[in-house]
C-alpha cells in the first residue's frame, strides 16, 4: 500500500486549529504554522511510520483513526493508544534525535496533518509558549500512561473495561466500536477472550447492552 500526497482542504477548522498546543495562537499566527504543514492521505492498515526510523515530525489526525503499538522481542502486538481527530503524535521526538520506538497505522482510511519537525522548532523560537504547551501534553500523557499501568497491574478484568466503556461513551452512554475488539483488549492488557467474557458479564449483569458496533451503558 502506498501513501498518497493531495492537497484535501479542512472542513471548517483546518486540522491544526483543533490541536491544544496550537488553538491559542492568534489566526495571523495560525497562518503561518499552516504554510509548513504537509497534508497526506493513508489508506486503511497502512503504515505511517515504524519503530527505528528516524523520525521528528508531528503528525496530527484529521480524519479517520491511527493506532500505535509496540512489539514484544516474540513479535506480540500492544497497542498504545488510539488516535481520533484533533490526537497528535510525535511530540516527544521533536527536541531528541532518537529513532522512534513505536509504530503508527491506519485503522480506517485517515487524513493526517505533518508537520516537519525542524520547521517546527523554528516556529517554537518565535512563540516560545508552544514549547510550554508541548511539555504540558507530555505530562498529561505520562500521567496518563502511569494510570493505565496501574489499573492493569491492580485493577480487575471488569473494572479495566467498564473505566474504558465510560471514557468513551457519548452523551446518551452509547460507545460506537471503530476498532477492533482485539486492539480494544490490547490496551487493556488482556486477551480478546477476556474481553469478550467480561462484556458477556456485564450485559448479563444488565450494565451493559451490546449491539453490531455499539455498546450501551444502562
Same mark, same amino acid.
Given at each position: 500500500?502506498?501513501?498518497?500526497?493531495d492537497n484535501f482542504?479542512?472542513?471548517?477548522? +483546518?486540522?491544526?486549529?483543533?490541536?491544544?498546543?496550537?488553538?491559542? !495562537?492568534?489566526?495571523?499566527?495560525?497562518?503561518?504554522?499552516?504554510?509548513?504543514?504537509?497534508?497526506?492521505?493513508?489508506?486503511?492498515?497502512?503504515?505511517?511510520?515504524? &519503530?527505528?526510523?528516524?523520525? +521528528? =515530525?508531528?503528525?496530527?489526525?484529521?480524519?479517520?483513526?491511527?493506532?500505535?503499538?509496540?512489539?514484544? /522481542?516474540? $513479535?506480540?502486538?500492544?497497542?498504545?493508544?488510539?488516535?481520533?481527530?484533533?490526537?497528535?503524535?510525535?511530540?516527544? =521526538? #521533536?527536541?531528541? +534525535?532518537?529513532? #522512534?520506538?513505536?509504530? &503508527?497505522?491506519?485503522?480506517? =482510511?485517515?487524513? @493526517?496533518?505533518?508537520?516537519?519537525?525542524?520547521? @517546527?522548532?523554528? #516556529?517554537?523560537?518565535?512563540?516560545?509558549?508552544?514549547?510550554? %504547551?508541548?511539555?504540558?501534553?507530555?505530562?498529561?500523557?505520562?500521567? *496518563?500512561?502511569?494510570?493505565? @499501568?496501574? /489499573?492493569? &497491574?491492580?485493577?480487575?478484568?471488569?473494572?479495566?473495561?467498564?473505566? #474504558?466503556?465510560?471514557?468513551?461513551?457519548?452523551?446518551?452512554?452509547?460507545?460506537? !466500536?471503530?476498532?477492533? %475488539?482485539k486492539d480494544i483488549?490490547?490496551?487493556? $492488557?488482556?486477551?480478546?477472550?477476556? !474481553?469478550?467474557?467480561?462484556?458477556? +458479564? !456485564?450485559? %448479563? /449483569?444488565?450494565?451493559?447492552?451490546?449491539? *453490531? /458496533?455499539?455498546?450501551?451503558?444502562?
Amino acid at each position: 500500500m502506498t501513501c498518497q500526497h493531495d492537497n484535501f482542504m479542512c472542513e471548517d477548522q +483546518n486540522c491544526i486549529s483543533l490541536v491544544p498546543i496550537f488553538n491559542f !495562537l492568534s489566526n495571523e499566527e495560525m497562518a503561518e504554522i499552516q504554510k509548513i504543514v504537509k497534508k497526506k492521505t493513508y489508506v486503511k492498515g497502512e503504515m505511517i511510520f515504524l &519503530a527505528g526510523e528516524e523520525n +521528528n =515530525n508531528l503528525y496530527v489526525v484529521h480524519q479517520g483513526l491511527v493506532k500505535i503499538t509496540k512489539y514484544s /522481542n516474540d $513479535g506480540k502486538e500492544q497497542v498504545l493508544r488510539i488516535l481520533r481527530p484533533g490526537d497528535f503524535l510525535g511530540e516527544h =521526538n #521533536l527536541f531528541s +534525535n532518537k529513532s #522512534l520506538d513505536i509504530n &503508527a497505522q491506519a485503522v480506517h =482510511n485517515s487524513k @493526517l496533518c505533518v508537520i516537519e519537525g525542524s520547521k @517546527l522548532k523554528e #516556529l517554537i523560537l518565535k512563540y516560545p509558549e508552544i514549547a510550554f %504547551k508541548i511539555l504540558e501534553e507530555i505530562s498529561y500523557r505520562l500521567a *496518563k500512561a502511569e494510570e493505565l @499501568l496501574k /489499573n492493569i &497491574a491492580i485493577e480487575s478484568a471488569e473494572k479495566r473495561v467498564i473505566d #474504558l466503556l465510560i471514557s468513551l461513551c457519548d452523551e446518551n452512554n452509547v460507545v460506537t !466500536l471503530d476498532m477492533k %475488539k482485539k486492539d480494544i483488549a490490547s490496551m487493556l $492488557g488482556m486477551s480478546a477472550e477476556t !474481553l469478550s467474557r467480561t462484556l458477556s +458479564n !456485564l450485559e %448479563k /449483569n444488565n450494565i451493559i447492552r451490546q449491539s *453490531k /458496533n455499539k455498546i450501551i451503558i444502562l
